[in-house]
């Protein structure tokens, strides 16, 4: 497609349960990132990844959050035993630059409610 | 790291007149400044941006300032439309690719 795709679009999860949520960026788009978006907050930067490589996971909350993008291309957020405070939009983002500072298109995000 | 603060929270202008949002930001060494809108449901869409090496750019109705030495930078949004009407956000860059976002203004447009 010509955007970058999440999916699923709203995830409802029991607290303590493990969630995996995609991102499908821009064909050919080096950098990849997630951001965390709470209720009425401006997004927060969880990750970064330039190819398959994660370059800088400095933002991710806890040793329960793990993103992965084996192949340099889709990619996985994956939060275990999840909690309350993890509900939250995730965002996911691409851009064909590699390096610098540069405008990311971003996905319409996974809404995530931990019960 | 950097801290991006945007104000006023909430801005309500009549159609046609001007809309001005203001942020500010801590890191001197952040050198690019995009700004996104969010519609409802939606992910932010960047709609224009600015380089540290520039105090101004223009894009239709939209322009965006940058004051380096007070580190701060503003959008105006010329002759507003109702489908102006959305959450607005800043951000600047920190590290390498990074940005640090505002909390967001909701703009509404009243016809």
């Known amino acids: 497609g010509a955007g970058v795709s999440q999916s699923p679009r709203y995830k409802v999860a029991k607290r303590g349960q493990d969630v995996a949520l995609r991102c499908d960026p821009i064909?050919?788009?080096?950098?990849l990132f997630w951001y965390q978006q709470a209720l009425g907050q401006g997004p927060e930067f969880l990750t970064y990844f330039q190819n398959e490589a994660q370059l800088d996971k400095s933002g991710l909350p806890s040793d329960r959050f793990f993103a992965e993008r084996p192949e340099g291309s889709v990619s996985t957020l994956k939060i275990q035993r999840t909690q309350q405070e993890d509900s939250a939009v995730y965002l996911c983002?691409?851009?064909?630059?590699?390096?610098?500072?540069?405008?990311?298109?971003f996905g319409s995000g996974t809404r995530l409610t931990v019960v | 790291g950097e801290n991006v603060e945007q104000h006023p929270s909430t801005l309500s202008v009549q159609e046609g007149d001007s809309a001005v949002i203001k942020c500010t930001y801590s890191?001197?060494?952040?050198?690019?400044f995009p700004w996104y809108k969010q519609e409802l449901g939606k992910g932010p869409q960047l709609i224009i941006d600015i380089r540290s090496n520039v105090g101004e750019k223009k894009d239709q109705r939209i322009a965006v300032t940058l004051n380096k030495t007070a580190k701060h930078f503003s959008l105006h949004i010329t002759e507003t439309q109702p489908e102006d009407s959305a959450v607005y956000f800043c951000?600047?860059?920190?590290?390498?690719?990074?940005?640090?976002f505002g909390k967001g203004n909701q703009v509404v447009v009243i016809p």
């Open positions: 890191d001197s060494a952040s050198n690019y």
């Open positions: 064909s050919g788009h080096v950098s």
């Open positions: 951000a600047a860059s920190y590290g390498n690719n990074r940005l640090a």
């Open positions: 983002a691409s851009s064909p630059q590699g390096q610098g500072n540069y405008g990311y298109t």
